[in-house]
């Protein structure tokens, strides 16, 4: 007996398939066609428990036909697959009442486990459509990127836009943590109130709680006027918390009442204030040890940690580097520096680096490159001069008497001795602070990604041979490949 009928809308016949026959043995009945048009006369006639569309179809856009299908069927669950995967893809369909959002290429368990857990909440309705986002070039994104990590944040971001969920965002310095933050706020219900943002780390710990909560004239040495804090001048908006792993004892307390309470008082005031806030937090310290070391309260913790975010580094996503260079350098441009183009060797070197200071750190480089080098076109060779970085090591051998021990690039430098001098130069990076805990599996996946893909790519994608160079077990090298999201290319040097 048929679990239900799937709609399937896409103009490659080869997804139609897949997913035809995935579906299929699932337990589906599956109609597909490759345009807009049949799937809207199936839907008009009754047919179809649950859509599935490409946002880009000959005939129409599969986000402009989602409002339709909810107006006329708005129990019918829609999800929305697209291979142009920004953030502003994932929101839109969010706010025309898509159930879920699904970058290409996705995983079919994941497929069908939306599907199933759309068609067991049936009387799911969507939010209606908003204005947030419309009209928006991709150069305006708050947040860019198109690797699987970003796609995550992407979808989180959507399924958050109509909640008042207090979210807790992790990430190194310079992740962009308050850009995600602005994000949650500019596409979510609280938009047109105001977004307001209060570091702890860049306010003196005896006026955080002033600051944040306000003040009553009279209320300490110095306080001649009543001031209004961050919760009030954040009512009806969103209050962002940044570096909350800084917040003092005291000031936590008050705002555990508050996330308790929904009420909150002024420094020498009596009558409690309604606070109508929605709370984002973020840190870049590990909160957890922060809580075993008695620094930070537990019960606020969980309080704050509802949805947590964690923003990946951008060496864990090397693969956004071009389309953020390039944003950076749309971004130089319309601040009157002048225009200029990037080439493929300079892209390469930049997903090379190691990027300590993440986002940021790329952003500055990009608007120096603009702004020192005459060159229309930045080569690799500035690229490099720039980073005043050695290249990461080249797998070169030394003589035949020390065949076995893999060189670097400059003067027959061992690996150990690149990666002295790299990890030399991350320690630097942080100054007199420690870097982030987790160093050690950071280092692994950093080598074990690029040797990896090397020894695929000199086997030409031959998973047998390069398990055999690697000295792995061939199941053991799929998996790696899986857990790593290494794309195989066979047959290609």
């Known amino acids: 007996m048929s679990r239900g009928t799937i709609l399937i809308a896409d103009d490659d016949n080869a997804i139609r398939l897949v997913l035809d026959q995935a579906l299929g043995r699932a337990g589906y009945e599956v109609r597909s066609t490759a345009n807009a048009a049949t799937l809207w006369r199936w839907i008009g006639d009754g047919q179809g428990d649950l859509v599935i569309t490409d946002v880009v179809m000959p005939d129409e856009n599969g986000l402009d036909l989602l409002p339709r299908i909810k107006k006329l069927r708005p129990e019918m669950p829609v999800i929305v697959m697209s291979a142009q995967s920004t953030i502003l893809t994932a929101i839109k369909a969010a706010e025309r009442g898509a159930h879920e959002y699904l970058p290409?290429?996705?995983?079919?368990?994941?497929?069908?486990?939306?599907?199933?857990?759309?068609?067991?909440?049936?009387?799911?309705?969507?939010?209606?459509?908003?204005?947030?986002?419309?009209?928006?070039?991709?150069?305006?994104?708050?947040?860019?990127?198109?690797?699987?990590?970003?796609?995550?944040?992407?979808?989180?971001?959507?399924?958050?836009?109509?909640?008042?969920?207090?979210?807790?965002?992790?990430?190194?310095?310079?992740?962009?943590?308050?850009?995600?933050?602005?994000?949650?706020?500019?596409?979510?219900?609280?938009?047109?109130?105001?977004?307001?943002?209060?570091?702890?780390?860049?306010?003196?710990?005896?006026?955080?709680?002033?600051?944040?909560?306000?003040?009553?004239?009279?209320?300490?040495?110095?306080?001649?006027?009543r001031n209004p804090g961050h919760f009030e001048l954040a009512e009806g908006g969103t209050l962002f918390l940044d570096e909350i792993g800084d917040m003092p004892a005291e000031a936590q307390t008050r705002l555990l009442r508050v996330l308790q309470q929904g009420e909150y008082s002024t420094v020498g005031g009596r009558t409690p204030i309604k606070a109508n806030v929605r709370i984002i937090a973020a840190t870049n310290q590990d909160l957890?040890?922060?809580?075993?070391?008695?620094?930070?309260?537990?019960?606020?913790?969980?309080?704050?940690?509802?949805?947590?975010?964690?923003?990946?580094?951008?060496?864990?996503?090397?693969?956004?580097?071009?389309?953020?260079?390039?944003?950076?350098?749309?971004?130089?441009?319309?601040?009157?520096?002048?225009?200029?183009?990037?080439?493929?060797?300079?892209?390469?070197?930049?997903?090379?680096?190691?990027?300590p200071g993440n986002v940021r750190e790329l952003e500055n480089l990009i608007q120096r490159l603009v702004a020192l080098y005459p060159e229309e076109m930045i080569e690799e060779a500035v690229v490099e001069t720039e980073l005043g970085a050695i290249s990461p090591p080249s797998l070169q051998s030394a003589g035949a008497g020390d065949a076995d021990q893999v060189q670097g690039p400059v003067g027959g430098d061992s690996i150990g001795a690149s990666v002295e001098q790299h990890l030399a130069r991350y320690f630097r990076a942080h100054?007199?602070?420690?870097?982030?805990?987790?160093?050690?599996?950071?280092?692994?996946?950093?080598?074990?990604?690029?040797?990896?893909?090397?020894?695929?790519?000199?086997?030409?994608?031959?998973?047998?041979?390069?398990a055999d160079l690697l000295g792995l077990n061939r199941n053991t090298l799929r998996k790696k490949i899986k857990e790593l999201e290494i794309q195989v290319v066979r047959g290609v040097n």
């Open 104 to 225: 290409k290429p996705f995983d079919l368990k994941e497929l069908i486990n939306v599907v199933q857990r759309a068609l067991n909440d049936r009387q799911h309705v969507a939010a209606g459509a908003g204005s947030a986002g419309q009209g928006e070039g991709e150069e305006n994104l708050p947040v860019i990127g198109r690797s699987p990590a970003m796609q995550e944040i992407y979808r989180t971001l959507a399924r958050l836009m109509q909640t008042d969920l207090t979210v807790m965002i992790s990430g190194e310095s310079g992740t962009g943590k308050e850009l995600v933050a602005r994000a949650l706020h500019d596409y979510g219900k609280r938009r047109n109130g105001p977004f307001v943002a209060i570091n702890m780390a860049a306010i003196p710990r005896d006026l955080i709680e002033s600051e944040l909560f306000g003040h009553e004239k009279g209320a300490f040495t110095g306080a001649t006027a």
């Open 288 to 355: 957890q040890q922060l809580i075993r070391q008695g620094l930070f309260r537990e019960d606020l913790f969980y309080r704050l940690n509802v949805v947590p975010m964690r923003l990946p580094p951008l060496r864990e996503r090397t693969e956004d580097v071009p389309d953020l260079a390039r944003h950076f350098l749309n971004l130089a441009e319309a601040q009157g520096l002048p225009a200029k183009r990037i080439s493929r060797g300079a892209l390469g070197r930049l997903r090379l680096h190691d990027w």
């Open 431 to 466: 100054g007199d602070s420690l870097p982030p805990a987790g160093l050690y599996e950071r280092v692994v996946r950093e080598v074990e990604r690029p040797l990896i893909q090397l020894c695929l790519a000199a086997t030409r994608g031959n998973q047998i041979k390069a």
